[in-house]
């Protein structure tokens, strides 16, 4: 079966149009710039072209400022146009609604590896509703890769040891492809996948039939297992900040600053601890570099906020625990 061959991919995003509304308008503006310049050198050479018995040099002729100023003028005024029409774009394809669905996402050589809220995990498809905007917090085990989803017209950096974001509200469900735009190894052109947009009730059944338990309760787990809570509790004695409403509140350092607990935040606490010292807290926290891996630490973000929610995982014993997770004591029980 031959395939239809257009110009530009399917729009199936809600900022698909807008980029190409933008694409199209720069487009226009060069090349009719470009042709302008063609025609009038062209035109000039014919015009002004040396002939034989005119080799007198011509007078001096007037200056127009008046055209100087047309000609700098113009161009600026196009030129700021396209400048705040990008800008507004731009904005618009970088800041997620509130309500948007967080998705997690972890590029290694050479595959997407994708995590939902409810515990579903992935590897090369990822599957979201359509109609529902969604986030996704990006970081790559080992290079910089790029994800690239091109009928959503989203292309976002994922680095190594630093968290990125991005976000997209599909319009019409599909399987839409999806790449990896930044050269990652020597398996690079491997390293594709696609996004499965579904129906609202398509989607739910997928996530009820493909249920494994909360990413959030896999965080807790993961909290359990390195006995977090031992330092971190609510309790008066605690040798460390408490975990509950950590996740984005302001956290005042001993150096003075004052900082946002966010996802890149809490990452570098788990593995650079003393970097960012809490007030009133003495460097004591080692670091767990090389013990905890980057799908646990996206777990653990995502139990730290569903505590600050104030919502409550079920509990561990309901699902297999790992087999060094210590006895929950008082302080855990304080969650």
Not at 114 to 123: D, L, M, N, S, Y
Not at 167 to 180: D, R
Not at 192 to 214: C, D, F, N
């Amino acid at each position: 079966m031959s395939e239809q061959i257009s110009i530009l991919p399917s729009a199936a995003s809600t900022t698909a149009a807008s980029v190409d509304r933008i694409a199209l308008f720069l487009f226009a503006v060069c090349f009719s710039v470009g042709l302008l310049i063609a025609v009038l050198l062209i035109g000039f050479c014919i015009y002004y072209r040396r002939r034989p018995g005119n080799d007198v040099t011509p007078p001096a002729t007037r200056q127009s400022h008046l055209l100087e100023w047309f000609w700098t003028l113009t161009p600026l005024a196009i030129f700021l146009f396209m400048f705040a029409w990008g800008g507004v774009v731009y904005f618009s394809a970088f800041s997620p609604p509130a309500d948007a669905m967080p998705l997690y996402v972890v590029g290694k050589q050479w595959m997407w590896k994708f995590q939902h809220p409810e515990g579903q995990r992935e590897i090369a498809t990822l599957h979201v509703p359509a109609g529902r905007p969604v986030k996704l917090v990006m970081i790559s085990e080992d290079v910089i890769h790029s994800f690239f989803v091109p009928a959503f017209r989203l292309h976002m950096d994922v680095l190594p040891q630093r968290y990125t974001s991005a976000w997209f509200q599909a319009t019409k469900p599909g399987t839409y492809h999806l790449f990896c735009s930044q050269y990652c190894g020597t398996n690079h052109s491997g390293m594709i996948g696609k996004v499965v947009v579904l129906e609202p009730a398509e989607y739910q059944a997928w996530l009820t039939y493909s249920a494994e338990g909360s990413l959030a309760l896999q965080g807790r787990q993961a909290v359990l297992k390195y006995r977090c809570l031992s330092c971190h509790g609510a309790n008066a004695t605690a040798r460390a900040p408490s975990l509950e409403e950590l996740f984005g509140s302001r956290v005042p350092l001993r150096d003075g600053r004052v900082v946002t607990a966010d996802d890149n935040y809490i990452r570098e606490s788990i593995f650079r601890p003393g970097a960012k010292v809490v007030a009133g807290h003495m460097d004591i926290m080692p670091s767990f570099s090389g013990q905890v891996g980057e799908e646990e630490v996206i777990a653990i973000i995502a139990y730290l906020r569903s505590l600050a929610r104030g919502e409550t995982p079920p509990r561990v014993e309901n699902f297999p625990a790992p087999t060094t997770t210590p006895p929950i004591n008082s302080t855990e029980s304080q969650l």
